[in-house]
C-alpha cells in the first residue's frame, strides 16, 4: 500500500529519509555535488511516498520569481518503472492545480519522454545542471 506525507524541513525525520532517497540517486548514482543537492532546502515543501511504510521516492517544490518549480524527483533503483514516480507527480500536480502561478521543472534528457507524457512541454534550449543536460519544461494551464 502506498501513502505519501507532505511536509517541510522542520519535519526533521521525514527530511532525512527524503534527503537519503536523493543522496542514492542524485549523489551516489548520478554524482551530483552534494553541494548542488542541498540548495534551497529550507524554501522546499517535501513529499514522500512509503509502499508498505518503507520510503521509496521523494520530490519536493518551491515557489521561485518564475513560478513553483518541481524538482528533485528521485524513485530508488529497485523501484523504477512500477508508477511510483507518477503517483508522486500526480500528488503534488494535485496539491498546485488551484495556484495561478506557471508550473516548470528542468528535465535531464532521459526524462523527457515521461514528462511530455504528464503533459510538460519542452521550452527553449538544452542546458546543463551539475553536469547533466536538461531541458526547461512547463505545464500549460
Not at 10 to 34: G, P
Not at 50 to 79: H, M
Not at 112 to 126: A, D, L, S, T, V
Request: hydrophobic residues 40%; proline residues 3%.
Amino acid at each position: 500500500m502506498t501513502q505519501i506525507l507532505d511536509f517541510d524541513i522542520s519535519d526533521k525525520e521525514n527530511y532525512l529519509k527524503s534527503l537519503a532517497i536523493r543522496e542514492q540517486v542524485f549523489i551516489d548514482e548520478q554524482q551530483v555535488e552534494r553541494a548542488l543537492e542541498v540548495e534551497n532546502e529550507a524554501a522546499a515543501h517535501y513529499s514522500l511516498l512509503l509502499l508498505d511504510g518503507i520510503p521509496i521516492a521523494t520530490a519536493r517544490w518551491r515557489e521561485t520569481s518564475r513560478g513553483i518549480k518541481l524538482e528533485r524527483f528521485a524513485v530508488l533503483a529497485q523501484y523504477r518503472n512500477k508508477n511510483y514516480g507518477s503517483i508522486l507527480l500526480r500528488h503534488i500536480l494535485q496539491q498546485l492545480e488551484s495556484r495561478p502561478e506557471e508550473l516548470y521543472l528542468h528535465a535531464q534528457l532521459k526524462a523527457i519522454p515521461y514528462y511530455e507524457r504528464q503533459g510538460f512541454r519542452k521550452q527553449g534550449n538544452m542546458f546543463t545542471e551539475a553536469n547533466i543536460r536538461h531541458y526547461l519544461m512547463t505545464k500549460p494551464k
